[in-house]
């Protein structure tokens, strides 16, 4: 592809040394780039990197102040480099594995079970008594769709995936492998006898209701509800490694990245973004468009939008106003010190000029 009908396709304007009919013949960092491939410059972290990529042409901002590369290469300006490079990827790789519509010999599908138009089941997958499957979704191997749960239309389940009873996904959900959707919540009572202590379970008789468009990573764990439902709202995104637990409600459009954990019963709003590592007591309500930065503790509501950090979390600010009450005080200890020492010195000075 010529360089001209890249910037072409990605809606891009051109400039420096590299020729218009340069050939562009794949795609790479900035670092690893060779004559040929085009790159992106979207986080300004890899600016230096600019200057000695060795890439044909770079994607960057329309108000990037940064000078094409040394090597000879173009910039490429663009609305924004992240989406312009994911159109350009498509071209330089092989396509997406799509799966032709059938039902793989060893897969075990129930007599009561049903499935929908253009619906691929792979390899030893089991779909459940009474399990509804929309049309054209993609089981793939080992996955288990259990009793009477139903699945919108174009859902994709990756190797390992197990739906369980009575669970209940939108259209379009994606769960990639090794992610459990229903399992129990962790819910126990102790009771302390004559016999000594006895752990009984509690019953976790609800389900797991997952909206439209929602996407969820590798050995992710979405517990079923005690009752009820546990609730993830449309175009939610949830990293890998993710626990949430019984009864938690999510709004639409929140984000959920690598090893949060969310306790039970807390309740998120529209649009909430959750960093990695961050940790959210039980019971919680957690307001619209608010941000949990990462390795936060959260452990009250957060009702107002803004960013929180720190544990137990608070907002940004006061969290900096924190960060730096240690090194007042250290200024002001020295501060005492040297008062106290020129308060020794003249009062040493007015004892001597008293003798």
């Not at 986080?43 to 990529?53: E, F, I």
């Not at 449309?234 to 938690?248: C, E, F, G, W, Y």
């Not at 960093?275 to 509501?301: P, T």
Request: glycine share 12%; hydrophobic share 40%; proline share 6%.
């Amino acid at each position: 592809m010529r360089l001209s009908e890249l910037a072409a396709l990605v809606g891009g304007r051109l400039e420096g040394a590299a020729p218009p009919d340069a050939e562009i013949t794949g795609v790479s960092s900035l670092h690893d780039a060779l004559p040929g491939d085009v790159s992106f410059l979207a986080n300004p972290k890899y600016a230096k990197q600019l200057a000695s990529t060795k890439a044909t042409a770079v994607l960057v901002r329309e108000d990037c102040a940064l000078p094409p590369p040394e090597a000879g290469g173009a910039l490429l300006r663009v609305e924004s480099p992240d989406l312009a490079f994911a159109k350009a990827v498509p071209l330089f790789t092989k396509p997406a594995i799509v799966r032709a519509p059938g039902i793989h010999p060893s897969a075990v599908v129930d007599p009561t079970a049903k499935l929908g138009r253009d619906v691929y089941v792979g390899p030893l997958a089991v779909i459940g008594p009474g399990a509804v499957v929309g049309d054209r979704c993609v089981i793939e191997a080992h996955a288990v769709v259990a009793d009477e749960a139903v699945l919108g239309e174009e859902c994709h389940l990756y190797p390992m995936v197990s739906i369980r009873e009575r669970c209940r996904l939108g259209n379009r959900v994606t769960i990639h492998n090794g992610t459990v959707i229903g399992a129990d919540g962790f819910g126990y009572n102790t009771k302390v006898g004559p016999d000594g202590i006895r752990v009984e379970k509690i019953p976790q008789l609800g389900n797991v209701e997952i909206g439209d468009d929602v996407e969820i990573g590798a050995n992710a764990a979405i517990d079923r509800a005690r009752f009820g439902s546990t609730v993830i709202g449309p175009h939610t995104k949830i990293d890998n490694l993710v626990q949430i637990a019984h009864n938690v409600r999510t709004g639409p459009y929140c984000g959920i990245v690598a090893q949060v954990g969310i306790a039970g019963s807390t309740h998120l709003g529209t649009g909430v973004m959750i960093w990695g590592q961050a940790g959210l007591a039980g019971h919680l309500e957690i307001g619209d468009r608010v941000e949990i930065l990462a390795h936060a503790g959260v452990a009250g509501d957060l009702k107002e939008p803004g960013s929180y950090l720190g544990s137990p979390a608070v907002t940004k600010r006061e969290a900096i106003r924190q960060f730096h009450v240690p090194r007042a005080v250290e200024n002001l200890k020295a501060d005492v010190a040297a008062l106290k020492a020129q308060l020794k010195s003249l009062e040493d000075k007015l004892a001597q000029e008293g003798k």
